[in-house]
């Protein structure tokens, strides 16, 4: 027997939505929400987390405060849910005052169904106190793992969220995400405040994506993409690498043999856009793009996505292969890397995560008085990009506090403990990922939803990735492993079934396994015929991790499986399994030496004038930006250089951008940080020309 709400909200989704039913997981979230229940919700993007709120917001006659970080998401679901007739509204720091205020008068009449907000927004004097005039009947917090600094997108507005809703919080609370680990999961409940949340962490499963991962040396990597996209139904395919550059190079390499355009963040928003429209029509047949720029496209029938180097995170790796089968045909999602990348990787959070000594120095220059950050780079003898890095870090973890140009002594004396923390479970997720990449023998769809932490999941294989289905990989070739590698192998088997579970470090130094290393004692050539067990169902390879001096160390258990103890038994048998081959060696490497040259980038000239901070165009544009941002981050209560870093103004100032379009060529100039500072930045280089 259907529940009164069940009936409410089933009468709603038809009649309202033009739904003829939930999609999987949809109505208990709906339910739960209805009936007034806090939640956290962790499901894929496009598996319909919006009608999750917008179902029980409706259904609770009155209006849903939305909390998104994101003016383009935001505008894109205001004008859906006008368009079905719903009373909807916005405000954020792209429209204007008047807009605005007729928004709020709209709010406290109780005209709106739907009103949307930047977490931004709730610093501005007054502006909880109006919502609370009227508290709304839920209040949705989207991209919620921004407010955990242990999610990959922190977003330090985030963290006022609770503390400036609490005259609302009559209302449940819904916080939304497509990507959070167990750590970030239970962070957003604990930010938020959280009364006894029902968790809804599903739907991660994709049952046709086939992952495959293969080590190969950079050198090979374009070779076989090229390789791999002439196999056939791979097209449409988007290939994914780490910088702008070779993201150029590799377009102009594929270009011979297939339509292909790069798409980065250095070019132009109408090259973007017009490359963006001819993938999503049909016109390219791929699509090279850094990771580090998330394109935001929903095209249905993209058969092959091609990672080529290690991902940063998991939570990226997913988000990225969820691009491809949204059509739910069968799909390949590629990975090819080496330990070269995890150098790359381990570089730049070493940038990121500066050595402890160099926070602490900054701390105990704070001891006594607030000081300037001028003050602070020549005290501290560090570069401007060091010190703007460490002092977002000390304020980050309540070491600091910073106003405009002025930092002071922080509150927290544990900042430390939360430093190191954080620092290493970046390392973890990092080692994480190589780990996923290595494989373990089990399957790669159950890896990957046991990481979101689904356990409504079945735990079924998905009978289609390497580990599942060896034999219908497109990028890893499979052959039996010769006589001195089986016996090797057998012997490994005997040692397991002997001593139990070992750690793979151990077992390769045992005496025993010394006994049999002859010139098989590379430790590679161990690895592979451990992953080649493991593939093959005969060894089990489980990932975990100890601590040495603050840091955590990853490393692999290898135990026998149920087959692998019976092959034991059977001592006079041939051991059975197979061993990856990488498919690349042999062909024929790209290099920048190709006869396809990859096309010039486009520069912005700058106008001419005396060299770079030598004249007075530089060194009035650099003062009057410099100003205009601790005047913004005054306002905003918040460090100078979560507005801008001091690289990108001096970028600014070398360039001297006339245009939106020649502000978008500035790294650290992203779409964000130009709808919210273009213009003005701009007015400011108009009004220094006109000056001098």
């Given at each position: 027997m259907h529940s009164a709400g069940h009936d409410i909200l089933v009468k709603l989704i038809k009649e309202r939505f033009g739904f003829s039913d939930f999609r999987p997981f949809q109505e208990k979230v709906c339910q739960a929400v209805f009936a007034g229940h806090d939640a956290l919700l962790v499901m894929p993007t496009g598996a319909g987390k919006s009608l999750c709120y917008q179902l029980p917001g409706v259904a609770k006659c009155g209006t849903t405060l939305v909390i998104s970080p994101l003016i383009a998401l935001m505008e894109d679901q205001v004008s859906r849910l006008?368009?079905?007739?719903?009373?909807?509204?916005?405000?954020?720091?792209?429209?204007?005052?008047?807009?605005?205020?007729?928004?709020?008068?709209?709010?406290?009449?109780?005209?709106?169904?739907?009103?949307?907000?930047?977490?931004?927004?709730?610093?501005?004097?007054?502006?909880?106190?109006?919502?609370?005039?009227?508290?709304?009947?839920?209040?949705?917090?989207?991209?919620?793992?921004?407010?955990?600094?242990?999610g990959h997108d922190f977003r330090p507005d985030y963290r006022l969220i609770e503390e400036r809703t609490q005259a609302l919080r009559s209302a449940p609370i819904i916080a939304m995400t497509a990507t959070a680990t167990s750590i970030v999961q239970n962070d957003i409940v604990s930010q938020l405040k959280l009364k006894s949340?029902?968790?809804?962490?599903?739907?991660?499963?994709?049952?046709?994506?086939?992952?495959?991962?293969?080590?190969?040396?950079?050198?090979?990597?374009?070779?076989?993409?090229?390789?791999?996209?002439?196999?056939?139904?791979?097209?449409?395919?988007?290939?994914?690498?780490?910088?702008?550059?070779?993201?150029?190079?590799?377009?102009?390499?594929?270009?011979?043999?297939?339509?292909?355009?790069?798409?980065?963040?250095?070019?132009?928003?109408?090259?973007?856009?017009?490359?963006?429209?001819?993938?999503?029509?049909?016109?390219?047949?791929?699509?090279?793009?850094?990771?580090?720029?998330?394109?935001?496209?929903?095209?249905?029938?993209?058969?092959?996505?091609?990672?080529?180097?290690?991902?940063?995170?998991?939570?990226?790796?997913?988000?990225?292969?969820?691009?491809?089968?949204?059509?739910?045909?069968?799909?390949?999602?590629?990975?090819?890397?080496?330990?070269?990348?995890?150098?790359?990787?381990?570089?730049?959070?070493?940038?990121?995560?500066?050595?402890?000594?160099?926070?602490?120095?900054?701390?105990?220059?704070?001891d006594t008085e607030a000081k300037t950050i001028e003050f602070l780079q020549g005290e501290c003898s560090m570069s401007s990009d060091e010190l703007q890095k460490s002092l977002e870090k000390l304020w980050i973890h309540g070491g600091a506090k910073i106003i405009g140009e002025d930092v002071?002594?922080?509150?927290?004396?544990?900042?430390?403990?939360?430093?190191?923390?954080?620092?290493?479970?970046?390392?973890?997720?990092?080692?994480?990922?190589?780990?996923?990449?290595?494989?373990?023998?089990?399957?790669?769809?159950?890896?990957?939803?046991?990481?979101?932490?689904?356990?409504?999941?079945?735990?079924?294989?998905?009978?289609?990735?390497?580990?599942?289905a060896a034999g219908d990989c497109i990028a890893n070739i499979w052959q039996g492993p010769s006589d001195d590698e089986r016996e090797y192998a057998k012997h490994i088997l005997g040692i397991l079934d002997e001593l139990g579970p070992q750690t793979t470090g151990k077992l390769f130094s045992h005496p025993k396994t010394k006994e049999h290393h002859g010139h098989l004692s590379d430790r590679s050539k161990f690895e592979s015929i451990c992953q080649g067990l493991a593939l093959s169902g005969l060894v089990l390879l489980t990932r975990d991790t100890f601590e040495k001096e603050g840091r955590k160390i990853s490393f692999y258990w290898i135990s026998l499986t149920n087959e692998g103890r019976k092959s034991c038994e059977k001592s006079s048998s041939v051991v059975s399994f197979q061993m990856r081959v990488n498919q690349s060696r042999g062909a024929a490497s790209f290099s920048k030496k190709s006869?396809?040259?990859?096309?010039?980038?486009?520069?912005?000239?700058?106008?001419?004038?005396?060299?770079?901070?030598?004249?007075?165009?530089?060194?009035?544009?650099?003062?009057?930006l410099k100003s205009w941002r601790s005047s913004k981050a005054k306002s905003k209560k918040t460090p100078a250089f979560t507005i801008l870093s001091n690289e990108v103004l001096k970028k600014i100032v070398e360039i001297s951008p006339v245009s939106v379009d020649e502000l978008e060529s500035i790294k650290g100039m992203g779409p964000k940080k130009i709808s919210q500072y273009g213009d003005e930045i701009l007015e400011i280089i108009e009004q220094v020309s006109s000056e001098i």
């Open positions: 006008q368009t079905m007739r719903f009373r909807a509204e916005r405000i954020h720091s792209g429209r204007d005052r008047l807009s605005s205020r007729e928004v709020c008068i709209k709010y406290l009449r109780g005209d709106l169904d739907f009103l949307f907000i930047a977490p931004e927004r709730l610093k501005v004097p007054g502006f909880p106190e109006m919502l609370a005039k009227r508290p709304p009947v839920l209040i949705a917090v989207d991209e919620a793992h921004c407010i955990s600094h242990w949340p029902k968790l809804f962490i599903h739907g991660f499963r994709r049952n046709n994506i086939g992952i495959e991962s293969l080590e190969s040396k950079p050198s090979e990597r374009s070779a076989l993409v090229l390789q791999l996209l002439k196999k056939e139904n791979r097209l449409p395919a988007i290939v994914y690498t780490q910088t702008r550059n070779f993201a150029e190079e590799l377009a102009a390499f594929l270009g011979s043999t297939f339509k292909v355009a790069p798409y980065h963040a250095g070019l132009n928003a109408n090259i973007r856009d017009k490359t963006q429209t001819a993938f999503l029509q049909g016109a390219l047949d791929v699509i090279v793009a850094t990771i580090a720029f998330g394109m935001g496209i929903d095209k249905p029938n993209v058969r092959t996505v091609i990672h080529t180097a290690l991902p940063g995170t998991l939570e990226n790796y997913y988000q990225e292969i969820g691009r491809a089968g949204r059509d739910g045909l069968p799909s390949r999602a590629i990975m090819l890397y080496s330990y070269a990348d995890m150098r790359t990787h381990t570089y730049f959070l070493e940038q990121d995560y500066p050595e402890l000594s160099v926070l602490s120095r900054i701390f105990e220059e704070l002071f002594l922080g509150d927290r004396k544990n900042w430390v403990s939360s430093y190191l923390a954080q620092q290493n479970y970046k390392k973890a997720e990092l080692n994480a990922m190589l780990g996923f990449a290595k494989g373990s023998g089990r399957c790669r769809m159950v890896e990957l939803v046991r990481h979101f932490g689904d356990v409504e999941d079945s735990g079924d294989p998905c009978g289609i990735c390497d580990s599942c006869k396809s040259k990859p096309p010039k980038k486009q520069v912005v000239e700058r106008p001419s004038s005396n060299d770079a901070w030598d004249g007075e165009f530089e060194t009035t544009l650099w003062g009057r």
